[in-house]
């Protein structure tokens, strides 16, 4: 009898308690046993993911990405339409309510990086492996099975897209099953949009946006990627910056010479390429280039936004390990707010246990050109253009120099260029961003961080030209999570935030 009584004052005070939710939304205590319970219950489902390699220039691979995520959220109750792109499909998850607020579009990336076998201290890069760090700062694999028996919020899951960005993908999952729980509906539709190619530039994404315009139209886009303020704590951020990239390839003699011979008479590629290359910036960091800085302009207002974000510039450095900065901006978050002008790879010869005694035919730069909102990417690119002009450059128009150009010219280059992405920026006390503070508030009980813009670049802005949406990040990974890196990882106490972070987000209702 005692134990009977027990059972229906239980059953008795979680339909209070469900009361409560629907009167007064969730309280912080319900949101961390909601989350707690549910991220725990999703561990399974996060390693399921992760065990599905996701390169996008594999389309078997694609294709059980795709199929993965589809059968995720139609078990939700979605509806899932494939969305032809003339490349990988994008996947649209859609869901409704009765009398809804807003609509609310979702931007989640499904896909990865490449990975290096060589490079992974575990079975392969699509192994998720829990790992523990020990007394001399290394990491030390765990069986799998500890993950709920010994759960721990700074142990830490590796693979590959841990972090960017299946990590997020599941943890909405997890909130999407721990709201049902709690019988509490979003009061605003959902639309989920899956990119399976982000990290090859989103090629097809821009003319996919306008050509499904209507089943993507929403009210706001919220995208769930990225790694949180280096301090760990909540973080909200309103922009990020563009891409766009150049492959400049300097050409020296027809084939390899012995530098024993011809040393001194054939002019060297890889140094060529190395005196243009130092041309365009000075020893301070910044472009040289002139007119590459015009259009940016920082106001008081803008400083003391960028000021109340909590950076450590001590700290920082000494994390990346760098005893001095660039001067593009006075601190981080200033010069974030520039374009920059990166050298991302270079090759030349052969070096290691390849190494040979030769001059080089050719030498290779790929550089990545990071854009803010002020920028035209094609004025930008126009300018590095014309400053390898400026310095005595011919620029072939084919793959290969042709013998006349070799005999003509003396300094050849072959200059390509594309842009993937233009920046975007949401006003900071905008309705979008007021409603996620609101929620990360009531979920963490401190209000957000809020960054103006992120130094890395998403494919976002075809969504906010093309629907005429603001569009805001809500990051949630650990900072240190090695994102394009061997060696991804994200750490638990991060996924179980990240859920609570998005169980606030579904649970909170816009302001009339």
Known sequence: MKTTLSCLCLLLTFSLSAQQVGREGLSNDQLSQLADKHAKASFEELKALLSIPNDALFPEDV????????????????????????????????????????????????????????????????????????????????????IHSAYDPDLRVFARSASDAKGPVVMLLAALDAIKEVNINPSYNIKIIMD???????????????????????????????????????????????????????YGPRAPQHSGHYGNYAPNPAFRLSQLLASMKGDDGRVTIPGFYNGISLDEDTKKIMRAVPDDENDIQQKIGIADTDKVGSNYQEAIQYPSLNIRGMASGWVGTKKRTIVPSDATAEIDVRLVKENDPERLLGLIRQHVIDQGYHIIAGDEPTEQERMTYSKLVKFESSTSYLAFRTPINSPTGNWLSGAIKRAHGVDPIKVRTSGGSIPISPFVTTLGIPAVSVPTVNIDNNQHSPNENIRLGNYVDGVKTMIAILAERFKD
């Open 63 to 146: 294709e059980k990405n795709v199929q993965w995520c589809e059968k995720a959220f139609q078990a939700r109750s979605f509806t899932t339409t494939r969305l032809e792109t003339g490349g990988p499909p994008l996947l649209l998850a859609e869901r409704k309510v009765n009398n809804p607020q807003k609509t609310v579009l979702i931007y989640l990336q499904i896909d990865g990086q490449p990975t290096d076998s060589t490079k992974w201290f575990q079975e392969t890069a699509f192994t998720p492996t829990l790992k523990e760090r020990d007394s001399q700062g290394n990491w030390k694999s765990l069986d799998w099975d500890k």
């Open 196 to 250: 399976f190619e982000e990290e090859l530039g989103s090629p097809h994404l821009p003319p996919a946006v306008t050509v499904h315009k209507e089943a993507l139209a929403s009210d706001m886009l919220v995208i769930f990627d990225g790694p949180l303020h280096i301090s760990n704590k909540p973080t909200i951020k309103f922009g990020a910056r563009g891409i766009s990239e150049i492959t400049l390839t300097v």
